[in-house]
């Protein structure tokens, strides 16, 4: 027989994110390159204490949220918050409740922490912030009446209930009052409700500005990798190399233009977020990659990285060969790789070495080349 689970998390994204506006409600809009929702979900299924997770979402919305979650159980909401709530309790097996607002994507692990904490001792607990503003009464757009701020404090999500004490606060609640959260509803029909600290991060994302405000709050990680590649050089073949192409008397062999410096920087890219290698992407052995431009391998790589929210920081490249002479050419491909990873050139390092007329790169019967690209991604 398995255990009851004890925590469980119910994330309500039914809403239909009016003042954010846009054609997207905004729970399915991208944040940080995933939906909105994703990210709740995440920290509540990431964190150890929290045994299941339930999304409630509109009725119709069903495609979208399986889109944006995967896997995750998702039940469907009604008209109002309040009903989405109650909806989503049915679905409810654990002993305690973890309500979350989708509309509140970054939820740090130490504040469902606190409210789990809290509840060993009360029917509810919430996330609370001190009010930092002045606070006043608008008399018809004149100042009105100061109200004192000490008293106040902003309510936060997620709030935790003993499932049985929610449930019945649900129940009993009447049917023509709202209710904006669920804590207001414990607490008016006698439970207690216990306030901790809350955080910024979970401010709500409410208006359109609030998508820059929170995205600006994503906690980024730094990684490079590195890539590595070899050409062989023949009669007859166009020299391409870093993009661009450089006149001598031979040119390098492949299935692709064989551009090595590229393919290294390709591979790169890719280590950083451990997609893969480029013959992952591009297998030689498929017809329609014979004789591409390797530029768009290179691009495809970036764009794998900027829909994960990443960014490209800086990216180094060593060609290694004793002939054609790279630093002609340098600028040349310095601008052209900028250009195809939409980086300003003091971004893209380029540099050359020969093996002292040793190895295969001595002797000219090929081109080496090895690349680092240094990435930031949303923390995952
Ligand atoms: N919510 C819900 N079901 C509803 C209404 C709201 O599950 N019928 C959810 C929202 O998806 C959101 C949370 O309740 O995660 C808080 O609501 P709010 O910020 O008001 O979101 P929306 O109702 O979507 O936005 P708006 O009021 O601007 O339309
Ligand atoms: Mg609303």
């Not at 954010?20 to 729970?27: E, I, L, S, Y």
């Not at 409810?92 to 740090?108: E, F, N």
């Not at 790589?301 to 994960?308: C, D, G, K, N, T």
């Not at 971004?347 to 690349?371: C, D, M, N, Y």
């Amino acid at each position: 027989m398995t255990a009851q689970p004890r925590v469980a998390a119910l994330i309500v994204a039914a809403g239909s994110g009016v003042r954010a506006g846009g054609d997207t409600p905004k729970q399915y809009r991208h944040l940080g390159g995933r939906a909105l929702v994703a990210h709740a979900y995440a920290a509540f299924a990431n964190h150890p204490a929290v045994d299941e997770v339930i999304v409630v979402v509109a009725p119709g919305a069903e495609a979208l949220a399986r889109d944006a979650l995967g896997a995750a159980t998702i039940v469907t909401g009604g008209a109002s918050r309040r009903d989405s709530v109650r909806h989503g309790l049915h679905h409810v097996t654990a002993r305690l409740v973890l309500v979350h607002d989708a509309a509140r994507p970054l939820v740090p692990a130490a504040v469902i922490d606190r409210v789990i904490a809290a509840l060993e001792e009360v029917d509810g607990a919430t996330p609370m912030l001190p009010v930092a503003d002045t606070l006043a009464m608008d008399d018809d757009e004149l100042l009105g009446e100061i109200v004192p701020r000490e008293a106040l404090v902003r309510i936060q999500t997620p709030q935790g209930f003993r499932t049985s004490v929610l449930i019945s606060a649900h129940v009993h609640w009447p049917e023509d009052a709202e209710a904006t959260d669920d804590a207001q509803m414990v607490r008016r029909l006698g439970g207690d409700v216990r306030l901790v600290q809350g955080d910024t991060m979970l401010d709500k994302v409410t208006h359109p500005e609030d998508f820059a405000i929170a995205e600006a709050r994503i906690a980024f990680e730094s990684r490079s990798a590195s890539g590595f590649d070899v050409h062989r050089l023949e009669s007859g073949e166009e020299l391409w190399l870093g993009g661009v192409l450089v006149p001598h008397d031979k040119g390098l062999s492949g299935h692709s233009d064989a551009d090595v410096a590229l393919h290294a920087l390709t591979d790169a890219l890719l280590g950083t977020i451990a997609a893969g290698d480029i013959g992952t992407h591009f297998p030689p052995s498929d017809p329609q990659w014979k004789g591409a431009d390797s530029a768009q391998f290179l691009q495809h790589a970036a764009s794998l990285i900027v829909e994960r929210g990443g960014r490209i920081d800086f990216v180094d490249l060593t060609i290694i060969c004793e002939a054609p002479k790279i630093g002609p050419h340098r600028d040349a491909m310095r601008t052209r790789i900028a250009a195809l990873l939409d980086l300003s050139p003091d971004r893209v390092s380029i540099k050359a070495t020969t093996t002292e007329r040793l190895g295969f790169t001595g002797r000219g019967e090929g081109i080496a080349a090895q690349a680092v690209a240094t990435v930031s991604v949303p923390r995952t």
